[in-house]
Nanobody, 117 residues
């Protein structure tokens, strides 16, 4: 069955780094994305990557600090987060879609990231 499982969340001090992982199983995906949601706020886009890994997209708030990557052999996706800020505190979700375009049709359960000041 199709499944996305995030890991790597935790507590980190401002300015520190954290690496999130998403293990995908059940099938292959055309595109992966990372989203986050803080309590009381709407879910927001963070980053995305295509199958080849040569095309990425980032939210302005994380550009230059976060890096999304894929390991196609293992069908994993990662989010390297550097220079973390308290504003980055949220539950981070891995998402995937089977089509080149369209909405993300598969979602993980999320992993919590807390950045202390």
């Amino acid at each position: 069955q199709v499944q996305l499982v995030e890991s790597g969340g935790g507590l980190v001090q401002a300015g520190g780094s954290l690496r999130l992982s998403c293990a995908a199983s059940g099938r292959t995906f055309s595109r992966f994305g990372w989203f986050r949601q803080a309590p009381g706020k709407e879910r927001e886009f963070v980053a995305a990557i295509n199958w080849s890994g040569d095309s990425t997209n980032y939210a302005d708030s994380v550009k230059g600090r976060f890096t999304i990557s894929r390991d196609n052999a293992e069908n994993w996706v990662y989010l390297q987060m550097n220079s973390l800020k308290p504003e980055d505190t949220a539950t981070y979700y891995c998402a995937a879609r089977t089509g080149i375009v369209g909405s993300y049709n598969y979602w993980g359960q999320g992993t919590r990231v807390t950045v202390s000041s």
